[in-house]
């Protein structure tokens, strides 16, 4: 979806078609008149070839056609797990940062990038929003105050304290797993500091579930028994994440960040609304 801020501050709908060619090319057509306009394309990376390519070709159309500039506002940013330098591999985050810039994407907005790293491979300003505050509300609705927030890995230690400070929650060391990846996937290693029975892991993807389900299993050894999942991105692939159940997990909740997969949503996994986050970018655009 694509909005054109006009020029008395408000928000209108722009149109646009996305087709394909009968070898399968994608074409994109500009249906609104664009020219000085301020626009903004809202859409998720979700499938992440096809979306993407989608978003970089309707950016470049909207330039083309005379926008003054354009935000990409992408609830979740594919690709951007991919941001490691490792000799003989691609570094997919960086490319993608580049065709964005390329494309004539002047800003990104979206909800919990993966990494700093990730972040700085933009040659362009890209915004991450916070969903602690969603999360936070979780954490009261279910009573999960009195449980510990833990990390998969130090890097999820940030997230973690931005989901206990939303919560009202005391300040405190938040424990988490050093972890290794092995062929086989990650491996949890020895875990820093103490839980409780009840634990809470928050993390920003949830994707074959491999890394949560061996933070699962090291919590079962430490005596947890009521676990919680909260991760932004639920992405559900494959079938191996179906076993967390198995080790304790109560429930997973997730955003809406992404597309919903068929037969994804039952017991035990809650979705809730990004669309707080997003509106409140909308009001911030519309005012700039």
Avoid at 120 to 148: H, M
Avoid at 182 to 187: D, E, L, R, S, Y
Avoid at 230 to 250: A, Y
Wanted: glycine share 8%.
């Amino acid at each position: 979806m694509a909005a054109a801020l006009e020029e008395r501050s408000s928000l209108v709908a722009g149109r646009f078609r996305p087709r394909r060619f009968e070898n399968g090319e994608l074409h994109i057509e500009v249906q609104t008149t664009v020219e000085r306009e301020h626009c903004l394309i809202l859409g998720s990376i979700a499938p992440p070839d096809e979306q993407l390519l989608a978003t970089l070709l309707l950016a470049h159309t909207l330039k083309k056609e005379g926008a003054r500039t354009v935000t990409a506002l992408l609830p979740y940013l594919a690709y951007a797990r991919d941001d490691k330098n490792k000799p003989g591999a691609s570094m997919a985050t960086a490319c993608v940062a580049a065709l964005a810039r390329a494309s004539g994407i002047d800003e990104v907005v979206t909800v919990d990038v993966h990494s700093e790293r990730a972040k700085g491979l933009f040659t362009i300003p890209v915004v991450s929003l916070s969903s602690a505050r969603i999360f936070a509300e979780a954490i009261s609705r279910y009573d999960l105050r009195g449980a510990t927030i833990v990390a998969p890995d130090n890097g999820a230690v940030p997230r973690c304290q931005a989901v206990r400070a939303a919560a009202g929650m005391p300040p405190c060391e938040v424990p988490y797993f050093e972890k290794r990846r092995t062929a086989n996937g990650i491996k949890h290693l020895r875990f820093i500091g103490s839980v409780g029975r009840q634990a809470v892991i928050v993390d920003d993807i949830l994707d074959t579930g491999g890394t949560l389900l061996s933070a699962c299993e090291k919590l079962k050894e430490a005596g947890v028994d009521d676990i919680t999942i909260m991760v932004t991105h639920g992405l559900f692939t494959g079938d191996r994440w179906k076993r967390l159940q198995e080790l304790g997990v109560k429930r997973i909740v997730c955003t809406d960040s992404v597309p919903t997969l068929p037969g994804i949503v039952g017991s035990g996994i809650v979705r809730l609304s990004v669309v707080p986050l997003i509106a409140q970018q909308l009001c911030a655009f519309a005012k700039a």
